[in-house]
């Protein structure tokens, strides 16, 4: 009985796993057609519009960074690249105003309003998904609803109740002060709403075989629950230092005292107190050092904060 010969492809399959090497022309890949002229064009195309509109989101920076380091004259041309290449601006920024303390402002308020979320909305967020209590809907609802409130409207009692903190006693007055500032935005619903729903991704499996060690809610919290949300801490981290750092309406409304400036209002206060001769060299280069920090933590954390918004939206 005549043996038949095996089919080209299982033939070559064979030899590679043996260690064979293959004859010269042998196909290695049999009835899959190569890509045409058509697939590699949709690509250029493709590639052609995102760099378009990767240039028109960077172009606003590159300009900023560029006129930082022009001199007077030269930036109000139109010209991108500097011809003579300078750094007086930035030391204008630094010696015309107490940069250097808005600078040490923003980074209280910053790393302070960043750590706070990242406590007390893991905490809230965890609750929410985990946790039986009544009332549990509704409140998270509440919370959710108030990202519907804009700042305009809860300036007035926002303000007043700092003014007037009714249930301290001796009423204290936390206008101007670096804990009035703080306390208001000691937890972002967003962040909160984040974290709960990437809560609900892990598996109970694991709270499970914390129960079966004696482990308490808050231990599971904190043993089992936070190490496996990474990617949640970096996204609610990018977030809360983003938001705390660019903020500039609270800021200007609640300091209010030259000493606890930030940037936002250092800067604003740079731009229109020399009237209409504006340094625009040093007005950039306070501008580039503004935006560097949040421009840095994005780069070493946007992996973990993409994997962290996606991650979230999706219940388990």
């Keep these: 009985m005549a043996v038949e010969p095996e089919p080209p492809h299982l033939a070559v399959v064979e030899q590679l796993a043996h260690g064979e090497e293959l004859a010269a022309g042998t196909p290695t890949a049999v009835g899959i057609p190569g890509r045409g002229a058509g697939h590699f064009a949709g690509r250029a195309v493709l590639y052609a519009i995102l ?11 590159f300009w900023t ?13 139109t010209t991108l690249l500097p011809h003579h290449l300078t750094l007086k601006g930035y030391r204008e920024a630094f010696t015309t105003g107490p940069f250097a303390r808005y600078f040490m402002n923003s980074v209280i308020f910053a790393v302070t309003t960043t750590l706070s979320n990242l406590f007390l909305c893991t905490l809230g967020g965890y609750a929410f998904a985990r946790l039986r209590f009544p009332l549990r809907e509704p409140l998270f609802f509440l919370v959710l609803a108030t990202l519907m409130i804009p700042d305009q409207l809860r300036l007035v009692p926002v303000f007043k109740m700092l003014t007037d903190l009714p249930l301290i006693p001796g009423h204290l007055n936390w206008i101007a002060t670096y804990q009035g500032y703080i306390v208001l935005h000691l937890l972002y619903a ?25 482990a308490g809610f808050f231990k599971t919290y904190w043993k089992v629950m936070l ?60 501008t580039t050092i503004s935006i560097a920090p949040v421009a840095l933590i994005y780069v070493f954390f946007q992996r973990y904060f993409i994997a962290g918004v996606t991650t979230a939206g999706v219940k388990g």
Aim: no cysteine.
């Design 227 to 286: 190490p496996l949300a990474g990617p949640a801490l970096a996204a609610i981290t990018i977030l809360s230092f983003q938001g705390t750092w660019n903020d500039f309406y609270w800021q200007l409304i609640l300091l209010q005292d030259n000493s606890k400036f930030t940037l936002n209002v250092g800067i604003a206060q740079f731009a229109s107190g020399s009237g209409f001769n504006t340094d625009w060299p040093a007005l950039m280069a306070a």
């Design 65 to 77: 960074i560029s006129t930082s380091l022009k001199t007077v004259p030269e930036s109000v041309q």
């Design 190 to 214: 967003t962040n909160l709403f984040l974290m709960r729903q990437y809560f609900l991704t892990i598996p109970k499996d694991y709270e499970e075989a914390a129960k079966l060690d004696n």
């Design 51 to 61: 760099l378009a509109i990767a240039v028109f989101y960077l172009w606003p920076f």
